[in-house]
């Protein structure tokens, strides 16, 4: 089971993810380098959670798009 990750956590890689559309992938590390080139984060954990938030995020639909890619196979 996973944690709840608190809302502006959400809120914030939301709002990048929505402003740098298609830069961000599946990849952890480079989401985490990406966020910190995107911001001003000084704090690693903060910029961790965003970067781990982003990535379940991708990772979920891409998830979803296979799913629905093998149903209508």
Do not use: C, H, W
């Not at 992938?25 to 910190?36: E, H, I, M, P, R």
């Not at 961790?48 to 196979?73: C, F, M, P, S, W």
């Amino acid at each position: 089971m996973g944690s709840v990750k608190p809302s502006y956590i959400k809120n914030f890689a939301k709002d990048l993810m929505k402003a740098y559309e298609g830069d961000f992938g599946q990849d952890f590390d480079a989401n985490k380098l990406k966020v910190s080139e995107y911001t001003d984060i000084k704090n690693k954990t903060i910029r961790n959670r965003v970067a781990g938030y982003i990535t379940r995020v991708l990772r979920q639909k891409g998830e979803r798009r296979r799913n629905e890619v093998e149903a209508d196979v």
